[in-house]
């Protein structure tokens, strides 16, 4: 992992002092809600239905043992909510109706779709003291919102993954560092995400960003970019385009620099929902890109290139990467740990799941990366309870030198794991109800907090998603049904990245009710999904009661029509969307039996 | 970096003086005679003005004063003078001692700016 140096740990503390100084400002009355509000956004502090909400950066998913304590500390001391608070809210949510729900939770963490972690019930006049306890294991929530340059997220499998063409961690960390309280680009007409990857599966649904960057090398081995512009959710899901098929790994910094300047100047500024640059993208498509290179070529040429990376830098940053010195395994071989697993499979069929689903491939052939599935009953996906991180950060030492990764599908992943050490890792995570075998399947899905924490959502994500949990928690059917994207949003923004779902499920607001629109045929541009794209629409969104049995129709007709081995999405993308689409309208609820059986 | 008053600024001539609306393009404009060149903040939250000091600086080669106005708030003058602006007149309620201090809080930043071109990486 990245080794904090004295300036970047000064750094922290300096923003964590100088929120303190715009709290209390704000608190005494001196800074108006409006002037401090860009202010607590671009420090992670949202104000949400019931409470504020913390969204704290953990650059590129990497955390060490260290901040996972932190983190659990903060979940358990003070992700608590003012008194008579969480009541006058249960009962709140409780009048929605529709179907059952869980009731809401306090002392957790939740792991967003950005590789970040949230909090939702942190009093604002402890926030203060939060960002010193974070930036005591250097963490902070700088640009975690606004309208800047957001954290940047990458693969979750950076630097250990077997299909690796470059570890894109170290220019993660430098691309940290430069959009860190860049001056030019704080104020940007809309919020501005980053994803890199570095291997051929792509695992960071780069195309669905304002700027996704692929590692890659050239003909003659050297190392770049192709950089895509323009991609994003939100009401008008599009998927960027490139660019600049190769550009040189020490000129990104410059590069990006020319990106971020055009859309400062052109991007609009007068409405919202058209702010982003794939608005612009879109709309300028050509002389954007030319503005870009002609704005690339000034940087070069007339500014002397300032942000050249140079060698020294990406050789001190990436020094800090360096695999972890891990105990030697006792002379076995590869081969050998690899019998001794398929053995101790042989017997139990979870453990053998567990290993097909949870654990990865490894570069390192005597380790393994694993998933902790935090997608289970009773708890909403990617939520952690104060605990749950302890245990966490005690399962990352004892397995994992100490590391974890957040993953964009909201579960953590043990990057540095000995194949030996399987069978007592899967026995510590079962224990701890973090060895479901589901990661990639149906269960493994995506959900936004929706409308029982957000202010934005029309609809609520977390009753749908545990409905739907409830319905496929047998094991066989889940694994006939093989590996799909189940997204959930709660509202058109997408965090939960509907859109690119297999299944989308999209939180609609008619008349005051929570109605839900369901997409087919997403992806997010990995190996399984295919080329990246938005889902379609089935039909006219269905009540919340009738989406469990609108899933069920559609995995019917897939079960019905898969050719033998064929995936849920590649049957989508090869009988295309019509028979899906008329199973799904024919699990409508109908209202005329509704009205008959009111009839006498 | 000046920070001027609402009071003082009504005081100040407005020989030489420039004013650049948010859609203008620095390299574009006749900078000959210029002293002074305002760019207006007609929200603070927008941010095309950061871009437009540092152009002048970088590219045009501008050495006189560049003043921010507008809807001008403490907290982003140091965001200001590391984008070129030499001078900045505050908004009514603002308060100029306590902007002066913020402008000195951070012992340095990671990125290259107008005063520091070069980024910490390369210092």
């Known amino acids: 992992m990245y080794q904090y140096t004295d300036f970047d740990k000064r750094f922290v503390r300096e923003r964590a002092a100088q929120y303190r100084d715009q709290l209390e400002r704000h608190l005494s009355g001196r800074l108006s809600d409006e002037e401090f509000r860009p202010l607590r956004l671009q420090n992670g502090w949202y104000v949400q239905r019931y409470a504020p909400m913390l969204r704290v950066a953990v650059p590129y998913g990497e955390l060490n043992s260290a901040q996972l304590r ?281 453990f053998a799941r567990w290993l097909q689903q949870n654990v990865a491939a490894h570069r390192d052939p005597h380790l393994r990366i694993v998933t902790l599935s935090f997608k289970r009953l009773g708890q909403a996906p990617g939520d952690a309870t104060a605990d749950q991180l302890d245990a966490a950060a005690v399962l990352a030492d004892r397995f994992s030198c100490g590391e974890a990764r957040v993953s964009h599908d909201q579960n953590l992943v043990l990057p540095w794991v000995a194949a030996q050490d399987l069978p007592a890792l899967y026995k510590q995570a079962k224990d701890l109800g973090l060895a479901k075998p589901n990661i990639r399947m149906l269960t493994d899905m995506i959900a936004c907090p929706g409308g029982d924490y957000c202010s934005l959502a029309n609809a609520r994500s977390l009753p749908v998603s545990a409905a739907i949990s409830e319905r496929y928690q047998d094991l066989d059917e889940l694994f006939d049904l093989g590996e799909i994207d189940l997204h959930i949003s709660g509202c058109i923004n997408s965090c939960g990245h509907h859109h690119s779902g297999h299944i989308g499920i999209l939180g609609v607001d008619k008349d005051g009710k929570e109605w839900y629109q369901v997409t087919l045929g997403g992806s997010d541009g990995s190996e399984l999904s295919g080329a990246p794209k938005a889902g379609k629409v089935v039909g006219p969104s269905f009540s919340s009661a009738e989406v469990v049995d609108v899933i069920e129709a559609v995995l019917q007709v897939y079960t019905d029509q898969k050719t033998h081995g064929e995936t849920f999405i590649d049957a989508v993308n090869r009988i295309g969307i019509d028979p899906f689409k008329l199973a799904a309208n024919a699990a409508r609820h109908s209202s005329d039996d509704e009205a008959l059986s009111t009839i006498d | 970096m000046r920070l001027i008053s609402h009071t003082e600024h009504a005081t100040l001539t407005h020989d030489h003086l420039l004013t650049l609306p948010n859609d203008a393009d620095p390299m574009q404009q006749s900078l000959q005679d210029v002293q002074t060149i305002e760019l207006h903040f007609p929200k603070f939250t927008d941010g095309r003005a950061f871009s437009q000091a540092l152009m002048l600086r970088r590219r045009c080669g501008f050495k006189g004063d560049i003043r921010a106005s507008g809807d001008v708030l403490i907290d982003q003058l140091s965001q200001m003078q590391r984008c070129g602006f030499s001078s900045a007149v505050l908004r009514a309620d603002q308060d100029i001692s306590k902007g002066r201090e913020l402008l000195t809080h951070f012992s340095a930043f990671y990125q290259g700016d107008v005063s520091q071109p070069q980024p910490l990486f390369a210092r």
């Open chain 1, 70 to 350: 932190v983190l659990a500390t903060i979940a358990r001391d003070y992700d608590t909510p003012e008194p008579g608070l969480f009541e006058r809210a249960q009962t709140t949510q409780d009048a929605i109706g529709g179907i059952a729900a869980p009731a809401l939770t306090k002392n957790y963490a939740h792991f967003t779709t950005r590789q970040n972690l949230q909090y939702n019930w942190i009093p604002l006049h402890k926030s203060a003291d939060v960002m010193d306890l974070l930036a005591s294991v250097n963490m902070h929530g700088i640009q975690t919102s606004g309208n800047c340059i957001r954290n940047i997220t990458s693969d979750e499998r950076a630097g250990v993954a077997v299909d690796e063409i470059v570890d894109p961690r170290p220019f993660a960390e430098i691309l940290r560092q430069w959009s860190t309280l860049h001056p030019e680009f704080a104020f940007l007409p809309r919020k501005f995400k980053i994803a890199i990857s570095g291997a051929s599966d792509d695992r960071a649904a780069t195309a669905w960003h304002d700027v996704g960057l692929h590692m890659q090398r050239n003909a003659s081995g050297e190392v770049g970019f192709r950089v895509m512009v323009g991609g994003g959710m939100g009401r008008t899901p599009i998927t960027a385009s490139v660019i600049r098929e190769f550009l040189p790994w020490n000129q990104i910094l410059n590069f990006l620099e020319a990106v971020v300047r055009v859309y400062n100047r052109w991007g609009r500024r007068d409405n919202i929902y058209k702010a982003r640059i794939k608005i612009l993208v879109k709309a300028e498509g050509p002389r954007y890109k030319e503005e870009v290179e002609a704005e690339y070529q000034r940087i070069l040429t007339q500014d002397g290139a300032p942000h050249t990376i140079t060698q020294a830098e990406f050789d001190r940053v990436h020094a800090c990467f360096a695999a972890p010195v891990l105990a030697a395994h006792n002379g076995v071989s590869a081969e050998a740990i690899h019998t001794q697993l398929t053995q101790a499979a042989d017997g139990n069929k979870d």
